[in-house]
Structures are given as C-alpha cells and as structure tokens.
C-alpha cells in the first residue's frame, strides 16, 4: 500500500462549488503539506502543518483552507472554486529532524 | 522571496547523450534536494545535498551542490528511455522546501 494517499484522484467540478481534497498518510509523520502544481511553475506550497495543531500559510494560501484531523490526515477545502484553481494538488508528508518528504500521487482538479 | 530557477526547462536528447541540468538562486539553502516526477505520480526524491561542494553519484546520475550552496547542477551519463520524467530541484529553507519550475526531459530511444 502507497504511503501516502490521496482522494479523489481527479475531480471536475464547477465554479462556486465547495471542493475537499484528501491526503492520509501511513508512515508517522508529524508534518504534513499541500501542494499545487501548475505547467511552468513547478510546485508552490499552499499550507503545512507541523502538528496536529500547528496550521502554517504557504505561498499561495489565499482560496484556500486545511484542516489537520489527526496526525495522519490533512485536507484541503477550496470554500469557493474558481477557474484559476485548475491544476495538479500534491500532498506530502515528513520527518521531524530531516528535509525529505513523501508526495502522494496527486488529485488533478478542473474547475469549470 | 527565495527563488530556484531550473535550466533548461526541455531537454530532448538521444539515448546515450550526456547532459547537466542547472538549478539557481541567488538565495543560500541549508540543504538542496533533486527530485523525478513521473505522468500521474508524485514527485519521488533522488538525492539531498548539504555540503557546499558536495558530489553525489546515484548509477549513472552525478549531483553537486555549489560552494557557497545557492547552485546545484544534475549530470546524467549515457541517458536512456528510462530516464524520460521531469527534475525538480528544491532548496530547503525555514522547514520548507522551495521548488524549481522543473526540467522536463525526454530521452529518445
């Protein structure tokens, strides 16, 4: 089994719509991280999170909102999909005492 | 704002060519991290660097971390079919890693 999960794996949906996006992660981590990838621009991070309540702001939080529910799992909520939120979600896990992280294999969100 | 700029950012090459892929900041990074990332999948990491000067050879894939650790470069000898993905570089810096835009590269058999 993959060590870090992510739900759905593609998603369409419309403007105005509320999204979730899940990540669970088996490998006991306590930090996790979303993502956002778009062509061109590599990924930019959205928000993270070292502990179950520690929320941070990334780059490009505005939109956006998390939630840690436990130390293995993090969701992102689009409260309101726009258009420009179309693009490829990556959720990450990592240590405590090291830099690595463990991506899960993305959601690919449309926004129409 | 840190900043890592990746060159080129498309490579095409023929399987048994050589090639290097750059990655630059005019920002210091306390680690530095190259990453591949495949069609439908997350980006799978390939090697951290730390050591300003540090070499790194993984098979036929050398990495180096520059000096004063603002640069680091991607080598790749004999390149194959398989080596086809896209290369992220990422500096790490307050607990955070700050990505490239990524080199996609494809290896022609």
């Known amino acids: 089994d993959a060590d870090v999960t992510q739900t759905p794996r593609n998603r369409i949906t419309k403007t105005g719509k509320r999204i979730m996006l899940e990540c669970s992660q088996t490998?006991?981590?306590?930090?996790m991280y979303w993502y956002r990838q778009d062509p061109g621009l590599g990924l930019r991070l959205i928000y993270y999170?070292?502990?179950?309540?520690?929320?941070n702001k990334g780059e490009i939080s505005d939109g956006y909102s998390v939630s840690r529910q436990a130390q293995a799992k993090f969701s992102l909520s689009l409260e309101s999909a726009i258009p420009n939120q179309t693009a490829l979600y990556f959720c990450?896990?990592?240590?405590?005492?090291?830099?690595?992280?463990?991506f899960g294999p993305g959601t690919r969100l449309t926004v129409l | 704002t840190q900043l890592l700029e990746q060159s080129p950012q498309f490579l095409s090459i023929q399987e048994g060519e050589n090639l290097t892929v750059y990655c630059n900041s005019s920002?210091?990074?306390?680690?530095l991290q190259w990453y591949r990332q495949e069609p439908g999948e997350g980006p799978v990491l390939l090697v951290t660097?730390?050591?300003?000067?540090e070499v790194k050879k993984l098979k036929r894939l050398t990495f180096q971390f520059g000096d004063a650790r603002k640069d680091s470069s991607l080598h790749i000898t004999a390149a194959q079919p398989g080596d086809t993905g896209l290369y992220l570089c990422?500096?790490?810096?307050?607990?955070?890693?700050?990505f490239g835009s990524g080199t996609r590269l494809l290896v022609r058999p």
């Open positions: 490998k006991g981590h306590d930090r």
């Open positions: 999170s070292f502990d179950v309540k520690d929320i």
């Open positions: 920002s210091v990074f306390s680690s």
């Open positions: 990450a896990s990592g240590m405590d005492d090291a830099d690595t992280q463990y």
């Open positions: 990422a500096g790490e810096g307050s607990y955070k890693l700050i």
């Open positions: 660097v730390v050591t300003g000067g």
